[in-house]
């Protein structure tokens, strides 16, 4: 199965963007989808996850009150509304996939499979 994370781009500090990710080849609403990011010289970062069934959200505490996480089902799809960018905001996103439900800490380790991630910069 594969994972394609698109929405990537250049944008000013105070946009926004959204990015996808859109799943094929699993049964899309038995997954948990998390939205991760990397920075040059940095660790890779939790930032989001959306569990399967009703939908719910853990942010990190870095995005949080700015980023949004949902699904469309139909769609195979998880979008990350990104709003109120800032520089720091600069990574590499990817989405990564777990069974059924997040866990509050938002852990590389947790989840199975990895998309090839999009480039999102903020300009000051």
């Known amino acids: 199965f594969q994972l394609q994370a698109s929405g990537g781009g250049l944008v000013q500090r105070g946009g926004s963007l959204r990015l996808s990710c859109t799943v094929s080849?699993?049964?899309?609403?038995?997954?948990?989808i998390g939205w991760f990011r990397q920075a040059p010289g940095k660790e890779r970062e939790g930032i989001s996850c959306?569990?399967?069934?009703?939908?719910?959200?853990y942010y990190g505490d870095s995005v949080k009150g700015r980023f949004v996480t949902s699904r469309d089902n139909a769609k195979k799809t998880v979008y990350l509304q990104m709003n109120s960018l800032e520089p720091e905001d600069t990574a590499v996103y990817y989405c990564?996939?777990?069974?059924?439900?997040?866990?509050?800490?938002?852990?590389?380790?947790?989840?199975?499979?990895w998309g090839q991630g999009t480039l999102v910069t903020v300009s000051s």
């Open positions: 959306i569990s399967s069934g009703v939908g719910s959200t």
């Open positions: 080849g699993l049964i899309f609403e038995d997954h948990a």
């Open positions: 990564a996939i777990r069974r059924f439900i997040c866990l509050p800490a938002i852990k590389n380790s947790e989840y199975t499979n």
